[in-house]
């Protein structure tokens, strides 16, 4: 039998609201899907797959409107061409060795061949050059070959193993003003460490100081934890699972953060989107970051 998602299964995989997908619907007419006895929308397997693809190409500067009456088979052949001039660009640099190599023996599940390839980049490219250059445009290819099918949830899961292993061989003095400090972690329930990873890694970069406390907080215990170092801000991982909700549990997570902290702090939402923030006692700001390119570009200024 022919497996059934839920929208919120549609929406974290491919990352658009549920609300943009009842659009997409309703509007465009780009799903039709079946409905449970008690009235849930149940999507297939072809559908999650024209989610993914659409959101992509969106992503891309195309419109839902032009994109609607598209098949599946006409998104993919989109792709191919957004894919053949995204690995042609200088902007991504992965390079034709990289590209071929790497995901040549990720296919094959070679992982100790793909470790060697991970780490001789490292070692030759600064630590910048190597999240931008490398860690960021391979992860987003590989989604892509992901939602393509042409890779496997497994192999993306592996990837992203072996690149934070990478990472955390990534050692930079946590010099910088105290003033700018920022503090790493990600809400209970939240697995996504990758990301604050990099995170911290662009950080030091820019001579911005650090407190990484890894992944998975109880807001109550994270706001102990601050309020014994006094960071003045925090950088919280916040992009959605199967295990963590970004627009249910966000704003719950930071009320009760709030109620526990007790100093000033500006928060910043790594991969979080734009909603209504009510005004907190102690949290100053809280600012989501849709791209690492965008939080870089708060580090190189003055904060």
């Not at 070959?145 to 193993?161: C, R, Y």
């Not at 009510?278 to 970051?289: E, G, Q, T």
């Amino acid at each position: 039998m022919e497996a059934k998602y839920s929208i919120k299964v549609i929406s974290n995989s491919c990352g658009v609201l549920p609300h943009t997908l009842r659009v997409w619907e309703q509007r465009y007419g780009v799903f039709n899907p079946e409905r449970s006895d008690g009235g849930q929308r149940l999507y297939s397997d072809e559908d999650l797959k024209k989610a993914k693809l659409l959101s992509y190409l969106i992503g891309k500067g195309h419109t839902i409107s032009k994109l609607a009456g598209f098949s599946l088979d006409q998104l993919e052949g989109l792709t191919e061409v957004f894919s053949d001039q995204r690995l042609e660009s200088q902007n991504l640099q992965i390079g034709e060795h990289l590209n071929k190599s790497l995901l040549k023996h990720l296919k094959k599940f070679e992982l100790k061949e793909v470790t060697q390839e991970l780490q001789f980049i490292r070692m030759t490219k600064s630590a910048k050059d190597f999240i931008f250059q490398v860690v960021l445009p391979v992860m987003r290819e590989i989604g892509f070959m992901v939602a393509k099918g042409d890779l496997s949830v497994t192999q993306e899961h592996i990837i992203s193993t072996l690149v934070r292993e990478q990472i955390s061989q990534i050692h930079l003095p946590n010099i910088g003003s105290r003033e700018r400090e920022m503090a790493f972690a990600t809400p209970e329930g939240n697995l996504h460490e990758l990301s604050i990873l990099i995170g911290e890694v662009l950080s030091r970069c820019n001579r911005v100081p650090t407190r990484y406390l890894g992944p998975a907080h109880p807001a109550d215990c994270l706001a102990m934890a601050l309020n014994a170092m006094k960071s003045p801000y925090l950088v919280l991982g916040a992009v959605s699972s199967d295990l963590w909700n970004y627009d249910k549990q966000i704003l719950p997570f930071l009320k009760t953060l709030d109620n526990h902290l007790n100093y000033p702090l500006s928060v910043y939402l790594g991969g979080g989107k734009e909603m209504e923030f009510p005004v907190y006692k102690n949290i100053k700001s809280v600012i989501p970051l849709a791209t690492f390119e965008d939080f870089d570009v708060i580090l190189e200024k003055e904060i």
